[in-house]
């Protein structure tokens, strides 16, 4: 059986760290479903299409990558597309124990569900959207944070706002 994994996040905007995470999640595996949420506690920079967007424009060349958006909880989604594996990220510590408790959380939701976490790259272990967001907002060069497929499209959003 063709396994397939979910790839969840804001990804507001991607960056070279979430490149580096589906990139190799996509060596791993037979499918990786790339999840972008919809709503969250936080509201969110780009909207949920330039979100998509920007995936495809960082991932869509790989051909096991599918780039979706869900609403709701990831569990629930989840159970809804067949899917029993989460891929994600781990850059820090801190990660660790917010990463550790959404993981059980979601085991408790579905008990299919399993997470399986991938140590980031050394270069993103300090990287993530808002520090991307913060830099480009006060005109700084975000070059070495993002895919260089997107860099004019995320800058240009800030020259617009
Ligand atoms: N490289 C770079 N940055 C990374 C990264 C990586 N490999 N992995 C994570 N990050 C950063 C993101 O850029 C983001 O940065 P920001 O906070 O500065 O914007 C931050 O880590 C958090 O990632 P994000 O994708 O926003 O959220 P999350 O990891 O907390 O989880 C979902 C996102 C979608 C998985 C989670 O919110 C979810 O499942 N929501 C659905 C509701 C639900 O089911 N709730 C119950 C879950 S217990």
Known sequence: MKKTVICPGSFDPVTLGHQDIITRASKMFDRVVVAVLV??????????????????EAVGDLDNVEIVSFDGLLAEYCKSCGINTIVKGLRVVSDFEYEFQMAIVNKKLNPTL????????????????????????MGGDISNFVPACVHDRIVAKYRKS
Do not use: G
Not at 39 to 56: A, G, H, Y
């Open 39 to 56: 709503n969250s506690s936080k509201t969110p920079t780009f909207t949920t299409e330039e979100r998509i967007e920007l995936l495809r």
């Open 114 to 137: 399993e997470t399986i976490f991938l140590t980031a790259d050394a270069d993103s272990t300090f990287l993530s959207s808002s520090m991307v967001r913060e830099i480009c907002s």
